[in-house]
């Protein structure tokens, strides 16, 4: 059994900000003793208390001005548009035929895909993000190029092949049958195995025909466990075209509705036009929305408008989404600061308390994982990060200004980025180090490190 302790003041939620007090949602040590036992959260409790009960010869490390938080996790991200983020001056369609698709064609070398996905999985590291819901491209060697990449650093992740039969380049296209069978065989390869989790994932309705959704659908119900996630209602030029391709369906969330794509573990990314019939069918199937900041102000796609959102008599489960690559930072940090001035734009306030627990246990919650990350709690994989809270000198110098824990929060999440990021840690193992000669080691290799 391979022991070690974390010391530094630490915080985590076991509730809903958005539906109870913040007080009543978030647990904060000052200063905390988390032990870790192969891989999963032991203990966590005040340090003079838990260094009493420490087994003798456990080693501990202390983080100084530093705060422990869970593993941020990212429920919209797509790995091979890493290689365009900040593409110029368009919106979401012409986006995705200028930019998008001439990239994701660069995936059917599989060298290609195996850099792209080291480098992808380094940023998010880096960003402190250890659990993400993940588009690959059309090739299944995207997806196998991904998920071996997070199994060596041991990552818990969600992703998959994406379906398009129709409406992208002909290098881009399978067909209903082929997507089928293809995402069938990764679905056998790698859900389940070790950490690494599969999501169907149908790009969005104007790329898939209504034959391809219900053979979406189709897998989706016969392998129980896994994961659905597509595009919903990100732009007004978008909703309108699916309006025109599937005229019989009364609402863009209907054509996923209608073929099996609606219930727990789908996640719809954007939903930044949706109505209250939209929200009502979320909440009474289970579906969970990515809300996406970065991105939605990048492309001008529009506000989304969380409040109606998580309104308390029938709240939806949302988590946070960076969208690499029409977001604009890996760091969830930088997407919570952005999505703090989409509220204001909206006539509301994100408080740092909301903000932190979309980033951590919200997600866990839209992925349908808040049973095992999300949180510091005994029993939880130990995937967390430690928050560098002298990080720049402006940093520094605000937060020693910083009267509460909430200022310290709302701080971080306007001044923040990847350089608040002092240590990332994979299921109790330290594999980004950011001061460490070798920042980014695989678990194993972090250990002797």
């Known amino acids: 059994m391979t022991q070690r302790a ?19 949602a978030l647990r904060h040590w000052p200063d905390a003793l988390m032990r870790i036992e192969d891989g999963r959260i032991a203990s966590i409790e005040d340090a003079e208390e838990g260094l ?45 035929e200028r930019y998008t698709f001439v990239a994701e064609q ?24 250890t659990t993400a819901s993940v588009y690959c491209t059309v090739h299944p060697q995207s997806v196998d190029a991904l998920f071996e990449e997070s199994e060596r650093f041991n ?74 996630q597509t595009h919903l209602c990100e732009n007004q030029g978008e909703i309108e075209w ?18 099996g794509l609606t219930g727990p573990r789908a996640i719809f990314g954007h939903a930044v036009h949706m109505d209250e019939e939209d929200f009502a ?55 919570l600061g952005e999505a703090y001035k989409v509220a204001k734009l909206g006539g509301h306030a994100l408080t740092p308390e909301q903000g932190f627990y979309l980033a951590t246990r919200g997600g866990a919650e839209a992925l349908r994982l808040d049973d095992r990350i999300g949180s510091l709690a005994p029993g939880f994989e130990a995937d967390f990060v430690v928050l560098d809270l002298k990080a720049t000198p402006l940093l520094d110098f605000r937060l020693s200004h910083a009267r509460d824990l909430a200022e310290t929060l709302f701080v971080l999440m306007t001044l923040g980025d990847d350089r608040a990021i002092r240590a990332t840690y994979v299921a109790g193992e330290c594999v980004y180090e950011r001061d460490r000669p070798e920042s980014f080691l695989y678990p194993g290799a972090a250990s002797s490190a």
């Not at 530093?66 to 986006?95: K, N, R, S």
């Not at 850099?115 to 880096?126: Q, S």
């Not at 506000?303 to 989404?321: C, Q, S, T, W, Y």
């Open 155 to 228: 990552t818990r992740m969600i992703a998959g092949k994406v379906l398009m039969d129709r409406n992208a380049p002909d290098a881009l296209l399978d067909t209903a049958e082929r997507g089928y069978a293809e995402s069938k065989a990764l679905i056998g390869k790698w859900h389940g195995r070790g950490r690494q989790l599969y999501c169907i994932t149908p790009r969005f309705a104007p790329s898939s025909s209504e034959e391809q959704l219900q053979a979406a659908g189709k897998l989706w119900r016969e392998h129980p466990g896994t994961y659905m």
């Open 281 to 335: 069918c979320c909440h009474r199937t289970g579906s969970a929305l990515a809300h996406c900041p970065t991105s939605n102000l990048f492309l001008g796609s529009g506000l989304f408008r969380m409040v109606d959102a998580k309104r308390i008599e029938r709240p939806v489960r949302v988590g946070l989404g960076t969208d690499i690559g029409a977001g604009t930072s890996f760091s969830q940090l930088q997407s």
């Open 106 to 129: 660069d995936f059917a070398d599989a060298g290609h895909a195996r850099d792209v996905a080291a480098r992808f999985l380094r940023e998010l590291l880096r960003a402190g993000t």
């Open 242 to 259: 699916v309006r025109q391709l599937f005229p019989e369906r009364s609402s863009y969330l209907d054509v996923y509705d209608h073929a």
């Open 52 to 96: 009493k009960r420490l087994p003798a010869g456990v080693p501990v490390t202390h983080y100084e001005d530093a705060l422990i938080c869970p593993g941020f996790i990212d429920a919209h991200v797509h790995y091979p548009q890493t290689q365009m983020i900040g593409a110029f001056g368009a919106e979401l369609l012409e986006w995705l």
């Open 6 to 24: 974390i010391r530094a003041p630490a915080m985590t939620f076991h509730g809903d900000p958005f539906l109870v007090p913040a007080g009543e």
